[in-house]
Nanobody, 126 residues
Framework: EVQLVESGGGLVQAGGSLRLSCIVH????????IGWFRQVPGKEREGVAC????????YVVDSEKGRFTGSGDRDKSMMFLQMNSLKPEDTAVYSC???????????????????WGRGTQVTVSS
């Protein structure tokens, strides 16, 4: 069974940075895509990035390009989302999700993924 565990959230001041981690367990082959999503109460889940495990190719939604980047550590089965220049509106629960294969053109859609972590809270103060 595939399991995902996020960490790295917390409280940060506007303009600060956080690096979120997603530990991935359960895939037989190191060929999967990790999507990063965020959600605030009362709003739909929003996709922000996708990272391919095989080559760390990262896709970031236009609204976050220049602030969010992705990377991975295959030896540790960990994928990361680096978030810089954080704003109060970035406050949300951030979750990672996974699927076999590579990021698709619809990587920002929750239905693209098969497994989900529980999320980590990111709070950005003004």
């Amino acid at each position: 069974e595939v399991q995902l565990v996020e960490s790295g959230g917390g409280l940060v001041q506007a303009g600060g940075s956080l690096r979120l981690s997603c530990i991935v367990h359960g895939y037989t082959y190191d060929d999967y895509a990790i999507g990063w999503f965020r959600q605030v109460p009362g709003k739909e889940r929003e996709g922000v990035a996708c990272i391919n495990s095989v080559n760390d190719d990262t896709y970031v939604v236009d609204s976050e390009k220049g602030r969010f980047t992705g990377s991975g550590d295959r030896d540790k089965s960990m994928m990361f989302l680096q978030m810089n220049s954080l704003k109060p509106e970035d406050t949300a629960v951030y979750s990672c999700a996974s699927k076999v294969g590579e990021c698709t053109p619809t990587y920002y859609e929750p239905d693209d993924y098969d497994y989900w972590g529980r999320g980590t809270q990111v709070t950005v103060s003004s």
